[in-house]
């Protein structure tokens, strides 16, 4: 079993930033790649962004490539979700999640979720 906890969510004005980070407990972290994804009312939970176990593969939906970045620690056992330039059409609830070694973009690949965390941009 896989433990996530995400932080870092709030409401803040169109073109400013957040922070998002998910802590993980109970397995080997660096076993795991890690993927953020979101899910606005009433619209299927979509892909946000992914990292390989090291870190080195990083993939991004289009709709955030250049305004978002993701990275991870695995001495921290944290992966992190910096976004920038936010607007109106991010606003959802940010999920982490993990699935064992290889990196993936669609939720059903992902087998453990954190419990969300609401990011509201304003215009």
């Known amino acids: 079993q896989v433990q996530l906890v995400e932080s870092g969510g709030g409401l803040v004005q169109a073109g400013g930033s957040l922070r998002l980070s998910c802590a993980a407990s109970?397995?080997?972290?660096?076993?795991?790649?890690m993927g953020w994804f979101r899910q606005a009312p009433g619209k299927e939970r979509e892909f946000v962004a992914a990292i390989s176990v090291r870190g080195g593969t990083k993939i991004y939906a289009d709709s955030v490539k250049g305004r978002f970045t993701i990275s991870r620690d695995n001495a921290k056992n944290t992966v992190t979700l910096q976004m920038n330039s936010l607007k109106p059409e991010d606003t959802a609830v940010y999920y982490c999640?993990?699935?064992?070694?290889?990196?993936?973009?669609?939720?059903?690949?992902?087998?453990?979720w954190g419990q969300g965390t609401q990011v509201t941009v304003s215009s």
């Open positions: 999640a993990a699935r064992r070694l290889v990196i993936a973009t669609t939720p059903s690949e992902y087998n453990y």
């Open positions: 109970g397995r080997t972290f660096s076993n795991y790649a």
